[in-house]
């Protein structure tokens, strides 16, 4: 009986497939996307060319998702968006100090121990995930950062990313944003 | 528990029941459509939250919608042996439509109203007996004289646990046409009466606007 209800819960709850946002949404999820990634872009070009700063990271690209994309949810929040990067960030370079010499280790811990305090601070976004795991897999400019990774990209890259999501997604008649501040 | 007395018997914790509608996938979705934006949520989440957000706010509007809260204390019940013009005279103090007959140990067994005098005397409404009086008085007095409560009274009587919330005892009132129900305690004992019209003047519906 335990194993049967083990196995059929791997069958989900709902019939049917998940519904599809209208054509509307799309337009503004890829105009959104575009102009707050390539922002980050620009202020990358313009400020940081040639430094050893990098001010994009793979992560931001998820964020894109949430935040111009489904700008209702609660993992697309201010809080979440800004805390979830930085307090990621400060976990992926803790453990990438005091554990590289076993990568598996420190790869894991680090998105793990994001998540969990994410969760302890209400700032869950999941590209925090990626941005703890970058941390630690992230090239040797990126170790060579040190804590400065928490700063740039993981707090400035989240900003400009949020000051877009404010500009933009505030023009729509059918989106606001945020829904919460903090 | 007595078995003279049928008591709506359901858990304490759906005493606070209020219908509440089942939602399909299909009503969801719809009411998503509405909502411009990406919705982070499925559907059987969405209906769990509404289940318990229901639930909540049915214990917030009618959590001390009681009928221990609502009901008529120091009611002087009537008793079995008694005659039918002594009940009637109890029944004209009282105020009361009706009035819970008791056992010797306070348990309830039925309750008297004023349609079991009507349907003793063979008639249907007030009237009717008032055209009847005008014939034949005697026979009505004759009746009441010869005729102890029991023998008159409706049993088992619907009665409801003094934890009763609202779902039990609008049950109870769909049960039967009375205006009132008395209210016992866990062994049926009675401890008051709970009158309709107090209980709709509870149920305030400008809470819910």
């Known amino acids: ?182 | 528990m007595k078995e003279t007395t049928a008591t709506t018997d359901k858990p304490a914790q759906s005493s606070n029941e209020v219908p509440e509608m089942e939602l399909t996938d299909g009503d969801i979705l719809d009411a998503m459509q509405h909502i411009p934006g990406y919705l982070d949520i499925s559907t059987e989440d969405f209906r769990t939250i509404y289940h318990l957000a229901h639930h909540h706010a049915v214990g917030r509007l009618f959590g001390n919608l009681r009928a221990e809260n609502l009901m008529r204390t120091n009611v002087l019940p009537l008793h079995p042996d008694m005659y039918l013009d002594e009940a009637a005279k109890a029944l004209v103090r009282s105020g009361y439509k009706a009035l819970p007959v008791v056992d010797a140990d306070g348990a309830v067994i039925g309750i008297l109203t004023e349609n079991d005098f009507l349907r003793r005397l063979q008639v249907g409404t007030f009237l009717e007996l008032l055209l009847h009086m005008l014939d034949d008085s005697f026979e009505f007095q004759h009746r009441c004289h010869e005729t102890p409560v029991h023998k008159a009274m409706t049993a088992p009587a619907i009665t409801v646990r003094q934890e009763a919330g609202i779902g039990e005892i609008i049950h109870a009132f769909h049960l039967h046409e009375g205006r009132s129900l008395p209210v016992v305690d866990g062994g049926g004992k009675l401890l008051g009466l709970l009158l309709r019209k107090d209980f709709l003047k509870a149920y305030d519906m400008e809470a819910l606007r």
């Open chain 1, 1 to 182: 009986m335990k194993i049967r209800e083990y196995f059929g819960k791997m069958s989900g709850t709902t019939r049917g497939s998940p519904p599809r946002v209208n054509n509307e949404e799309v337009v503004l999820s890829w105009i959104g996307a575009f102009l707050g990634i390539a922002a980050v872009a620009w202020v990358d070009h313009f400020f940081f060319e040639g430094t050893d700063l990098s001010l994009m990271i793979g992560s931001f690209g998820a964020s894109a998702v949430l935040v111009y994309g489904a700008v209702r949810s609660p993992l697309a929040q201010p809080r979440n968006l800004v805390g979830g990067h930085m307090l990621s960030a400060v976990v992926g370079v803790v453990c990438w100090k005091l554990l590289h010499q076993y990568p598996w280790l420190a790869e894991s811990v680090a998105v793990a121990t994001a998540i969990a305090l994410m969760h302890l601070t209400r700032t869950l976004h999941p590209p925090g995930g990626a941005t703890a795991l970058i941390a630690v897999t992230g090239s040797a400019a990126i170790h060579k950062l040190g804590f400065l990774y928490v700063l740039m990209p993981a707090t400035i890259g989240p900003l400009i990313l949020l000051a877009v999501a404010l500009l933009f997604n505030n023009l729509p008649a059918s989106r606001r944003y945020p829904e919460i501040w903090f």
